[in-house]
């Protein structure tokens, strides 16, 4: 069952122009819930809401996952329902949200940085240090042109995604 209802979602999405990654990753959703609750047949994937809400909660509690991840398990659910399935989602969706880890970040301290920087030469040393001085992502980085840099004013602009920073 699960091969053909996957068929059917991939189709669906093709036909919405979806990127192929959202498509792999709403079917792997799909067929992960699927599995979960050993459906055999369209029959079983009644009462959506509640199965949902159950499956969500299993993530929080048992698995463990982050809330992002608990959000695209759900949005790839109530695509599956509404837009492969025709199933309409009445009820409200009470599940169990995932807690927050606080995040910690990692730095290098001076001495590290110094001896990471004093082991290279040249682009890679440029690289490195405006990854860790400016804070960029690497892409960020690597699309910087000459006329990125204002000496004068000693700032970088940066072309994200979106958006324009300085």
């Given at each position: 069952?699960?091969?053909?209802?996957?068929?059917?979602?991939?189709?669906?999405?093709?036909?919405?122009?979806?990127s192929?990654?959202?498509?792999?990753?709403?079917c792997?959703?799909?067929?992960?819930?699927?599995?979960?609750?050993?459906?055999?047949s369209?029959?079983?994937?009644?009462?959506?809401?509640k199965?949902?809400?159950?499956?969500?909660t299993?993530?929080?509690?048992?698995?463990?996952?982050?809330p992002?991840?608990q959000n695209?398990?759900?949005?790839a659910?109530v695509?599956?329902?509404?837009?492969?399935?025709?199933?309409?989602?009445?009820e409200?969706?009470?599940?169990?949200?995932a807690?927050?880890?606080p995040?910690?970040?990692?730095?290098?301290t001076?001495d590290?940085?110094?001896?990471?920087?004093?082991?290279?030469?040249?682009?890679?040393?440029?690289v490195?240090?405006?990854l860790?001085g400016s804070?960029?992502?690497?892409?960020?980085?690597?699309?910087?042109?000459?006329?990125?840099?204002?000496f004068?004013?000693?700032?970088?602009?940066?072309?994200?995604?979106?958006?324009?920073?300085?």
């Open positions: 069952m699960s091969r053909k209802i996957l068929d059917d979602m991939r189709d669906v999405m093709l036909r919405r122009h979806y192929i990654c959202t498509e792999r990753s709403c792997d959703w799909a067929k992960r819930f699927i599995l979960h609750f050993n459906m055999k369209r029959d079983d994937l009644s009462d959506g809401e199965k949902i809400e159950k499956y969500l299993f993530l929080a509690r048992d698995k463990n996952v982050v992002s991840t695209q398990a759900l949005n659910l695509f599956f329902y509404k837009h492969v399935l025709n199933q309409a989602l009445d409200k969706i009470n599940a169990e949200r807690s927050r880890k995040r910690i970040p990692v730095v290098l001076r590290e940085r110094k001896r990471i920087t004093g082991t290279m030469t040249g682009i890679h040393q440029l490195v240090k405006l860790y804070g960029l992502r690497i892409i960020e980085c690597l699309r910087l042109r000459v006329h990125d840099i204002d004068d004013m000693k700032a970088l602009t940066v072309f994200a995604k979106g958006s324009v920073t300085t």
